[in-house]
């Protein structure tokens, strides 16, 4: 058992609640949260907020390697399937996708990510080469893998949490009934896929089947989330709400190949949950805090209305549904991951509002206290 005590802010909400102990058992569960005064373990001075850990909602890790290779270029050049990426990746050993991994992870915890989800390439060797690296850093990784020559859908869900799809032209009517007999056996394997991310993918898929994407999507009900979604209209949207289909959005990774920054107002006004990802590494850093100051900008110039704590529930609270893990918030039974941010650091004494202030302001120095199911991370002595 850990206790950590401090002010924090609490549940689905984000609630602030001054002085609370935090209490986490041996199996890194959340077992109380007590207002009363209470021995702790960890106290955490009055200027410090504790929040739940960052989930990166979307992600391709292995990428790395190519940091910087791709900028200038169009996405189709950069991670087509005949793109850069591609016959980067087809040429790469073992050793350097490993290293890659590794930097990905080392990244994702300093920046304070608790858990993230990977859109695993190359089947069932993928998922391998991830596992390895991942058991040995204190982080939830999500991995949800891809059907190759090699390995039906069948073969890789049994061995990750489900499946992340290329897109819709990378499934046949034959898929689908194989997709959605998996789901039905088993609700909980997550199903994911890219849509809308360009005007490009969407003209071929009116060309290829005389629909968007997003439709094709709507239409099915085995999807648990889509990715992108930068171009999707209204309806489309209604569509996807009355599905339960919820929407990760990568605004960094979409704007960096000159995309469309994606309509997240729409998006909350229609009902539907929003996480943020970062996307390809090759494109961006996994770095939450650039990720939130740099869609919440975004939304500005773009003339849509989100704020700051809805910005912030998109990378912890909103994740942890979209992704059905009791994950994202600090609430009793959920994961013990969480964060202690100072808010008298310089970057943001003087605010005079928490959730603009970690959005907007705060950087990775800024947290004095990282827990991974109740493990110390890292932890800045308060005294
Ligand atoms: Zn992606």
Not at 22 to 38: A, F, P, Q, Y
Not at 39 to 57: H, M, Q, T, W
Not at 141 to 154: A, D, P, V
Request: hydrophobic share 35%; charged share 25%; glycine share 6%.
């Amino acid at each position: 058992m850990v206790s950590i005590r401090g002010n924090a802010l609490l549940g689905s909400n984000l609630t602030f609640t001054e002085n609370v102990t935090i209490e986490v058992d041996d199996e890194g569960i959340i077992v109380d949260i007590s207002k009363g005064k209470k021995e702790a373990d960890y106290y955490l001075s009055s200027s410090c907020v504790i929040i739940p850990g960052f989930i990166n909602a979307h992600m391709h890790l292995g990428d790395a390697f190519l940091k910087d290779h791709t900028y200038g270029l169009s996405l189709e050049e950069a991670v087509g399937p005949d793109g850069v990426k591609h016959s980067k990746m087809k040429t790469s050993n073992p050793e350097e996708k490993s290293e890659s991994i590794r930097n990905s992870l080392e990244l994702l915890i300093q920046n304070g990510y608790t858990s993230f989800v990977d859109f695993r390439e190359e089947g069932i060797k993928g998922i391998n080469l991830l596992r390895n690296e991942l058991k040995k850093y204190p982080i939830c990784g999500i991995i949800l893998g891809r059907q190759t020559e090699e390995n039906t859908f069948e073969e890789v869900v049994k061995s990750c949490d489900g499946l992340g799809i290329r897109d819709v032209f990378a499934l046949n009517q034959e898929d689908y009934t194989t997709l959605s007999k998996l789901k039905t056996n088993d609700p909980s394997i997550l199903m994911g896929i890219h849509v809308s991310e360009s005007e490009e993918v969407i003209n071929e898929s009116v060309s290829k089947f005389d629909k968007r994407d997003i439709a094709i999507v709507a239409e099915n009900t085995i999807f648990d989330f889509v990715v992108h979604a930068n171009y999707s209209e209204e309806k489309e949207l209604k569509l996807l709400s009355q599905q339960n289909i919820n929407i990760v959005c990568c605004p960094v990774s979409s704007l960096y190949f000159g995309l469309k920054f994606p309509p997240l107002e729409l998006i909350y006004r229609n009902n539907i949950l929003f996480g943020l990802g970062t996307d390809n590494v090759l494109s961006c850093n996994p770095d939450p805090f650039r990720l939130m100051a740099f869609t919440l900008y975004s939304t500005r110039a773009n003339d849509q209305d989100i704020s700051p704590k809805e910005i912030l529930k998109a990378i912890t609270v909103n994740a942890g549904f979209i992704l059905k893990r009791k994950i994202g918030q600090l609430e009793i039974g959920f994961s013990g991951d969480l964060l202690a941010i100072d808010l008298e650091s310089f970057n943001m004494k003087f605010s005079r509002d928490v959730y603009t202030a970690i959005t907007l302001r705060a950087d990775p120095s800024d947290i004095c206290l990282q827990m991974y199911k109740g493990k110390v991370i890292k932890w800045k002595d308060q005294k």
